[in-house]
């Protein structure tokens, strides 16, 4: 608000009675004129000075600043510290401190929506980030800003840190902000302090709480469940609260993943628009809060779910958050995704710039039936196809109640003497033999009723103590707030690794959600069961950490029945993740370009199988935009087909690098045409990969027109060349033309796709 000041009172005095001495001439007056022009330059001076300073009377004004955008919060008059701005970053940083004089929304809420964490029971009455109930019971919470200060990692990301205090009980939070500058992505967090004499508890601890001032807002939120997963929606955010969440426990995105997408004043396109990909880095279950409030301005809540999970926090101890992972794009969602993909393979995604193994999947061609003979000739069907792996899936282990179907073995993790008299260690010198690297399937936190963990463990599981145990899947999860659990999950992994160095891939499931939440271990050592939900996830992680400290290289795949459990703290531990059970390559190509605005295409794991009706090439094609793998059986394939895999797998080997470490831009969207069409280009843009399906049978559909190429040198000449054909066919793409990018940018390019060429894949590179 605008106060009056010194300054201006005497300016405004000489503006008024400066004309009147322009009437009179004398030398005594000019004098005068000079003088008083003089004053009123001095005067000037201290009304900017002293009108801004108006404004910024003890207010602080915090900027967090990524390459391109800002967030920014200022205190008040009361030292309550609120978010003022957030969008592209301004050039003048001085000029954010005076962002608030703009704003009209002042009335009685005034600072109540756009509290940088929102606390509750005092003032402050919208939907909290922070919900205490005090060691006495008083359930009232304030923060005010006590100070903050930036700590440097390198040219590139650095943290700022916000102290907020409650001036009554001795509780504090620290907002953390972690900025990937060039990739201008925050990584935000809080901690939250108690020095009470005794336990408080946490009803409600978010990670982050964010403003938002736009004309409208879209999410783009996912559904899905087995089979189905990222299944996109879109919708205008109206007044109120939408809440994204998930009450699942251990896998807990079957329903919801914990990533969307926000545009703000209309649904932004792949390359223009307002939008923020956001995403919560946790494995268990997650809360997003978005609130269009009275001002029609959005309030973005995320974190852990406080659903049943009312947590305690003793004193002088922390509670850290997971961190809510964001970035913003002015330029659409390609920009953005791209963006998130740089960080994620530079900072984020386990060996995330290097490399990974193509494979040969045994699941789909035996299931749970399989001996040494049968896996030894397909140790050598992989090697013949020319992957780099071969990974035994399910049914591996057991003996007391063998692993034949998926009622029985889990958690019993020797070697099923049936099936493999000799062991895993016979098995891995096979395949090496063969030439090829041994990798295998492991689900280490569940259990089946029947087994012998389960008979010699019943405290370990998760169940109700007095109710009927209800199953996902014939099994039940272990309850890894148990230290003893952890050694138990750590150990299953240990002990293949030390007994078989060789193992060279981990392929980590988790195929039941949580009923029945209760734990034995949190009633017997005197803790909550409300903790069990998040004990549980930090259970996983220690196991996690304390694997990756002692093998942290071995790639290992996050498999939840699918796409189950994908987020980015997991991704810190693996290399890649299993996107869905469900193969059928027109699926994957939705289910794909939807998980590829949150995840690089290095980290999907994509394999052909035998589900769907299209044909090799086509299934072979879409699974290439990924980590390419096969779950087929090789020896089925006809000398045309093996031929062609042969070759697929040579040519992916070609452009792996591009479509892992490029840049993606999706062209055309399935969605909305006939056809799909994305290209990865490598960084400097001399060579890229073009993708393109056909997902619509009907009569004429294809591609008639050329579609717009993007992200190529508009200078460069490139030529283009058609890959991974089927043998014996011929492509309809002219090879000796060369075209500049100008031109493949402006005009475009037509991959001629049609119900005769249903898939085609183009590399386009520069002519020297
Ligand atoms: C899950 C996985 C599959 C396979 C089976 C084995 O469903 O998603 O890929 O590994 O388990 O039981």
Excluded at 33 to 51: D, H, N, Q, S
Excluded at 367 to 392: I, R
Excluded at 443 to 468: C, F, G, T
Excluded at 547 to 568: F, Q, T
Aim: overall charge neutral; some cysteine; glycine content about 6%.
């Amino acid at each position: 608000m605008l106060k009056i000041n010194l300054g201006s009172i005497i300016q405004s005095i000489l503006w008024v009675i400066d004309p009147f001495f322009y009437t009179k001439k004398s030398p005594a007056v000019i004098h005068s004129i000079m003088f008083l022009r003089k004053i009123k330059i001095i005067a000037a001076f201290m009304f900017v000075t002293t009108g801004f300073h108006a404004f910024s009377q003890n207010m602080v004004t915090i900027p967090i600043e990524t390459r391109e955008n800002a967030l920014v919060m200022q205190t008040d008059k009361d030292n309550h510290l609120a978010i003022i701005y957030f969008g592209r970053k301004l050039s003048l940083a001085a000029e954010y401190q005076s962002i608030p004089i703009q704003t009209r929304q002042q009335d009685g809420n005034s600072g109540i929506y756009n509290s940088a964490y929102t606390p509750s029971g005092t003032w402050n009455v919208s939907e909290p980030a922070l919900q205490v109930t005090h060691a006495d019971g008083n359930k009232s919470l304030d923060l005010v800003y006590i100070s903050h200060k930036t700590s440097k990692e390198n040219d590139n990301v650095s943290t700022i840190s916000i102290l907020l205090k409650d001036p009554v009980y001795p509780v504090e939070v620290t907002l953390f902000y972690k900025i990937y500058s060039n990739e201008n992505v925050i990584e935000q967090w809080s901690v939250i302090h108690s020095e009470e004499k005794s336990a408080l508890t946490l009803q409600k601890y978010a990670s982050a709480n964010l403003y938002f001032i736009a004309k409208d807002y879209y999410l783009t939120h996912y559904n899905g469940t087995w089979a189905r997963e990222m299944q996109p929606e879109e919708e205008q955010l109206t007044a109120g609260i939408r809440v994204l969440d998930s009450k699942l426990g251990t896998r807990a995105n079957l329903f919801q993943p914990p990533s969307f997408l926000l545009s703000f004043d209309k649904p932004a396109t792949e390359t223009e628009g307002k939008v923020l990909l956001g995403t919560l880095a946790w494995s268990g279950n997650f809360r997003t809060d978005f609130e269009v409030d009275s001002y029609h301005n959005l309030r973005l809540i995320s974190g852990i779910n406080n659903y049943a999970s009312e947590y305690p926090l003793a004193s002088k101890q922390d509670f850290k958050t997971p961190s809510f992972i964001y970035t913003y794009s002015e330029n659409g969602k390609g920009d953005a995704s791209r963006n998130l993909h740089n960080w994620a393979r530079k900072y984020r995604i386990l060996d995330g710039e290097g490399s990974r193994l193509t494979l040969l999947n045994n699941w789909e061609a035996t299931y749970f039936d399989f001996n040494e003979e049968k896996l030894s000739a397909l140790f050598k069907d992989g090697k013949k196809l020319g992957v780099d792996l071969f990974l035994l899936d399910d049914g591996w282990f057991a003996n007391k109640y063998p692993r034949n179907d998926d009622h029985a073995g889990l958690g019993d993790w020797q070697e099923n003497i049936k099936k493999l008299p000799n062991g895993i260690g016979h098995l891995v010198k096979e395949a090496t033999s063969a030439g090829i690297k041994f990798g295998i399937w492991v689900e280490p936190e569940m259990v089946n009723p029947k087994s012998e963990l389960y008979e010699k463990h019943p405290d370990w599981v998760i169940k109700q103590p007095a109710r009927p145990e209800h199953y996902m899947r014939n099994q039940l999860p272990l309850d890894l707030s148990n230290p003893e659990v952890q050694t138990f999950v750590f150990g299953v992994l240990d002990k293949l690794f030390t007994e078989n160095p060789n193992i060279a891939y981990i392929k980590w499931d988790c195929n039941a959600i949580t009923f029945n939440a209760y734990s034995a271990y949190l009633e017997k050592s005197k803790q909550k069961q409300s903790q069990l939900y998040v004990d549980y996830v930090r259970g996983l992680y220690k196991v996690l950490e304390k694997l990756r400290a002692k093998y942290p290289k071995i790639p290992m795949m996050l498999c939840s029945g699918g796409g189950g459990r994908v987020d980015y703290e997991a991704l810190k531990y693996f290399t890649e993740f299993w996107p869905s059970d469900n193969t059928d390559p027109m699926e994957r190509i939705f289910m794909q370009w939807e998980y590829s605005y949150f995840f690089p295409a290095l980290a999907q794991s994509n394999h052909v199988t035998d589900w769907g009706k299209q044909p090799l090439k086509f299934r072979t094609d879409v699974a290439m935009m990924g980590k390419l793998g096969y779950d087929i059986v090789v020896s089925h394939l006809n000398e045309k087909d093996l031929k062609f895999s042969q070759q697929a797998v040579y040519t992916y080997n070609s452009i792996k690098d591009v479509i892992w470490h490029g840049d993606l831009f999706r062209l055309v969207d399935p969605k909305k045409n006939d056809y799909a069409a994305l290209m990865f280009n490598s960084k400097d843009k001399k060579r890229a990969v073009l993708f393109s399906y056909l997902v619509n049978n009907r009569y004429a559909s294809g591609s008639d027109v050329p579609f717009k190429l993007q992200g190529l040198d508009p200078v460069k000449k490139y030529k283009v060349k058609e890959l991974n054909l089927y043998p014996d066919s011929k492509t309809s793409i002219k090879e000796d033309q060369t075209y500049s990018g100008d031109y493949l940018m402006t005009i475009g390019f037509n991959p001629v796709v049609s119900t005769r060429r249903t898939s085609v894949i183009v590399e386009i590179t520069t002519v020297d």
